[in-house]
């Protein structure tokens, strides 16, 4: 099978959609109190600015991997960029707070179906070839880091020199670009025939919809309360009569034969525990330099920066290798094991401390720690399975990671307003709470190991110059 001439073009395409996918839940962040003012949000409400595209990202990623593979991938991509487009303009003209609320939502729909789709479409450019998937599978996970922090810093940039909406509107030129780039540069990946398993997604949609919902909310009314049980109730019973449903329809969602996939289970495991503990740590570092340190918004991101540039270093130029020459479960459970390392580094944050002495040694470890976790594990979750369910595995591999970073971040946060975090202004308490959440972090990065111990097989991924020789 000769290679595809156009495919490093198109890997810069899917790394870019990669980039903004993630960069879409960080750049609000900063820009949020000049929103408060300007929308009419009260204090409760204007936390679902992040959270209407967190509920219906994480929601709709599984139907949207279902939908590349039966709709083919080329195409479901591209309509992803127009959903994501159309609700970016939407939240730029936002004059009231539902607006706002409704243009988040459907940014997280459009994103929930470029994600899926753009690493089914990877896996067809580069399967074929070892060693040029390991480089592309690099490149394409330093993208989500590399979002997420410059989230951070431009959205820090943007609020400072010009306004708001242009959070947003910075989205409308690299979409339509991207959108002209896709029948030139992208493959054209048949779907297959066969019904869409509309009960299987309302009840799958739904009951991930209600989890995260409920997750995010109970923080803030708390874990017991009766809202908070009867949404979770409410979202395992639903869950529950999808699985069942899988068992008895035909052409189902998601075919529970995927998860006789060697590693498929393992790989998702550690991807949910590894986005609850890196988002928390990310958040919380976040909150350290700007509440304790008193960092403002461009300095706060200009510090999150070494850590992001030794993550794209080391995707890169290493884990490629590492990966060609250990397999990928010596890597994720030595990375998860590294992450809990500089997570308890930054467990001994001082009130008084400083960037250099506080924030930047357990932040470097840290991301050696996610650089070699993150592309083994979704290459462990997506590599074993039949190329008509490429884009399931996507779907799940990517729904794993965000439920496990909503999970992680609600609970962490519990922890940490439950040991001072809630009180802005008493810097002894934000950073008692802080450590705390950074601990809770280290706990389940170093859970994470364990279970990929135990689940994964001794060698997730035959070596690159094995796989060659087979195939030669």
Known sequence: MSADPRRWWA??????????????????????????GALGFG??????????????????LLLGGRLSDLLGARRVFA??????????????AATGAAAEIVGRAVQGIGSALIAPSALTLLMVLFSARPKELARAMAFYGAAAPAGGTAGVFLGGVITEWLSWPWVFIIYLPIGLVTLALVPAVLPKVPGRRAGLDVAGAAAVTAGLGLAVYAIVQAPGRGWGAPATVLQLGGAVLLLALFVAWQ??????????????????AGA?????????????????LNLYLQQVLGYGAFPSG???LPMTALMMVLMVGVTGRLIARFGTRPLIVTGLVVLAAGLLVLSTIDAGGGFLTDVLPGS??????????????????IGGVAPEQGGLASGIVNTTYQVGSAIGLAVMTAIATSQGAGRLGDLPGLTHGFRAAFIGAAVVALAGAGL??????????????????VGA
């Open 43 to 60: 204090q409760s409400g204007l936390q679902w600015v992040f959270n209407a595209y967190v509920v219906a990202f994480g929601g709709l």
């Open 268 to 284: 998702n495991a550690a991807m949910a525990l590894l986005g609850a503990a890196w988002i928390p740590m990310w958040y919380f």
């Open 247 to 264: 068992r008895i329809v035909r052409g189902p969602l998601m075919p529970l034969s995927v998860w006789r996939t060697p590693g498929l």
């Open 11 to 36: 890997l810069a395409v899917l790394a870019t959609a990669q980039f903004m996918v993630i960069m879409d839940t960080s750049i609000i962040g900063v820009a949020l109190p000049d929103m408060q």
């Open 79 to 92: 309509a992803g960029w127009v959903v994501l487009l159309a609700g970016s303009v939407v939240a730029a």
């Open 364 to 381: 470097l470890i840290s991301a050696v720690g996610m650089s070699l976790v993150f592309i083994p594990a979704t290459m462990a979750a």
């Open 452 to 469: 990929a111990l135990v689940t994964l097989r001794a060698r997730s991924a035959q070596p690159v110059e094995e796989k060659e020789s």
């Open 302 to 304: 200009a510090a999150l």
